[in-house]
């Protein structure tokens, strides 16, 4: 079941998207070298506004570096590409204005509470904190907002990550592996997060290898080898 | 003014984390003590002599505190990949530099307040010689430590680094600031100004802060 929408008007106003015309991403022959190790090699990836891609593949394959890519946590080692109409290096400020990536950690302070977290990352992206005690409510963390993280469950940690995508409202929204660790209520609260993007109009790009979890998505593309290759699924193979 | 009120933010989150946290209370402050209490054990009970060397050691204590205080700033960023949500905001990385230094010195300050207490009593060292002099020297020595310890605790928010690297570069960067801290506090305890070493302190703290300005978001960045 998915939670209940969001009323709009308590939350802060949504950044606007991508520059007119130009698509939400387009990576040209991007890579990535840790030392000599190749994370991601030579991938072309093209995501229009509004799309809900989902990235699969196994462990190791590049989806994360991918994912970090573009939300302008690493940059690649050759290649170019833009982000919401900005450049990959140049334009990082830009792109981080309009993107969240919700990834394996939670980037969260365990000393604070749970409201004192995403009251820092209003802080931190400025805008208003209006909206905290609601995205708390809506991944059900409201009786605990003055927690400490310390005391949560993994799953608890990702539903507050939940919400602190939920303030910002962006443009694209990166989810690596949002599942993991995960009950089922709190799945669903990740999808309803995803779907809710989706009806918004955002765009969404989803990396994870849970195959019970592509519903949602309107395209697919599959990872290997830090390469994108044709989907072993549509190819008749496991 | 957002660039302060982000600076604000990270300061008290940091000064939240670690009342909390009680990290100063708990290895800091006994560290110090027992920095102080050695030193004073293996000098003898020479009054004049541990009343000489009473500044060196009360600005080494306040070293290696700051030193540890720095660290465990950046402890709390690695976490759970907290570094990466202040990378990936879209705020001046100033304000983040500006507002770790601001916790530290924060610390700092009430460290060294009982620091000064304990070499008073421990020492025989009087304090009210000139106090203006003093307070300048360790309010100024403060904002410069911390303006280090902020600055070098982003090279590398990997605990094994961090451990090993983190001393080897802010200890050398921050000798400037011990001479002129010791010179400063010995010639106030007895009374006298200290304009030259405070200017010293001065220079220092405005080169380093704003080093850290221009600087750290290429620190921080891959």
Known sequence: MFPRTTDAATLPAAVEPARAGTPAIALSRVTRVFGVIP???????????????LIRGPNGAGKST????????????????HVQGFDLLRGREGIRRRTELLGHRTRLYEDLTASENLRFACAMHDISAAGVPEALEHVGLADVTGERVRGF??????????????LRRPPLLLLDEPYAGLDGEAKDIVDGAILEARTAGRTVVLATHDLSRGGLASRTVFMDGGRIVPDPLREGRP | M??????????????????????????????????????????????????????????????????????RAYETEAEDGAMEGLLLAPVDKAAVFLG??????VQLVVLEAVVVAMVS???????????????????????GLAAVGALF???????????????????????????????????????????????????????????????YEHLLED
């Not at chain 2, 770790?100 to 010195?105: I, R, S, T």
């Open chain 1, 39 to 53: 994370a991601v090699v030579r991938v072309d990836f093209t995501v229009e506004p509004g799309e809900t891609v």
């Open chain 1, 66 to 81: 991918l994912l970090r890519i573009v939300a302008t946590a690493l940059s690649p080692t050759y290649g170019e590409g």
């Open chain 1, 153 to 166: 469950s993994q799953g608890m940690r990702q539903r507050l990550a939940v919400a602190r995508a939920l």
């Open chain 2, 2 to 71: 957002i660039l302060l009120r982000q600076a604000a933010a990270v300061a008290g989150k940091d000064l939240r984390v670690e009342v909390r946290g009680r990290y100063a209370l708990g290895a800091v402050l006994p560290f110090a003590a027992t920095l102080l209490v050695v030193f004073g054990l293996s000098l003898g009970p020479g009054r004049t002599l541990l009343r000489q060397t009473a500044p060196g050691l009360l600005w080494l204590a306040v070293l290696f505190a700051g030193v540890l205080a720095s660290r």
């Open chain 2, 100 to 105: 770790k230094a601001a916790g530290v010195a």
């Open chain 2, 121 to 143: 009593a421990l020492f025989d060292l009087p304090v009210t010689g000139s106090v203006g002099t003093l307070a300048g020297a360790f309010l100024l020595g403060t904002v």
């Open chain 2, 153 to 215: 605790g982003a090279l590398d928010v990997s605990a094994r680094a961090r451990e090993a690297v983190f001393p080897l570069l802010v200890l050398p960067l921050a000798t400037p600031v011990l001479v002129a801290g010791v010179k400063a506090t010995a010639l106030a305890i007895d009374g006298r100004g200290a304009s030259s070493w405070l200017g010293l302190l001065v220079a220092f703290d405005l080169v380093v802060l704003a080093a850290g300005t221009l600087v």
